[in-house]
């Protein structure tokens, strides 16, 4: 089946730093990519789609500012958590269209900011 | 506007029993239906989809779910529960097939005792 990977799996960060997050498609081209929020014991939350080779759609509330979401190749998104607050320790999960069938997500990434 | 609830946040059975997980769904055009799992610090994946056709759709690792236009409902369930479906389950509706841009429940963590 189709392989979405994602890297790191976790990540610790000190307050004020960015992260970088890497949503790859291993074995299939991904126009469309979607990046998701899960905070502990809650559901996922859509946070933005990632269009290939133009900017990103954000849902309400999410601030593109704040998330800098790039989707350069058909197999590559990755998500910028900037200047990083505790308050945005989160387990962030990214999704890969495949062809407009289905969608595969990644093993998500927990992120700790201290 | 698309919405699930998830009736139950914490369901418990013993090993063997039955297992019901239940799934409401709000929705201005045909829905999609899908219905994810998640174990500990992992990403999603994909347990079943009702996209057209037969309202009863068959799953992995034994699990069924039916679609209920009339109830709008889409509950999931197993004959027999294994010490290995213990996991968090998520209920999520999509305007497309592909499920992408996913609106999901708030989840519902079954535990299996033995």
């Known amino acids: 089946g189709a392989v979405v990977s994602q890297h790191p799996s976790r990540v610790i960060c000190k307050s004020g730093t960015s992260v970088k997050i890497e949503c790859r498609s291993l074995d299939f081209q991904a126009t469309t990519m979607f990046w998701y929020r899960q905070f502990p014991k809650q559901s996922l939350m859509l946070m933005a789609t990632s269009n290939e080779g133009s900017k990103a759609t954000y849902e309400q509330g999410v601030e593109k500012d704040k998330f800098l979401i790039n989707h350069a190749s058909l197999t590559l998104s990755t998500l910028t958590v900037t200047s990083a607050h505790p308050e945005d320790s989160s387990f962030y999960i990214c999704s890969a269209e495949l062809g407009g069938t289905e969608a595969f997500f990644g093993q998500g990434t927990r992120l700790t900011v201290v | 506007a698309q919405s699930v609830t998830q009736l139950g946040s914490h369901v418990s059975v013993s090993e063997g029993a039955l297992v019901l997980l239940r799934c409401n769904y709000s929705s201005s055009v045909p829905p999609y239906l899908f219905w994810y799992v998640q174990y500990p610090n992992q990403g999603l994946q994909l347990l079943l989809k009702?996209?057209?056709?037969?309202?009863l759709v068959k799953g992995i690792n034994g699990f069924e779910a039916e679609f209920k236009k009339s109830e709008t409902s889409f509950h999931l369930t197993k004959p027999s529960a294994h010490m290995s479906d213990a996991a968090e389950y998520f209920c999520?509706?999509?305007?497309?097939?592909?499920?992408?841009?996913?609106?999901f429940g708030k989840g519902t963590t079954l535990s299996v005792s033995s």
């Open positions: 999520a509706v999509s305007e497309n097939q592909a499920g992408t841009a996913l609106i």
């Open positions: 009702y996209t057209t056709g037969a309202t």
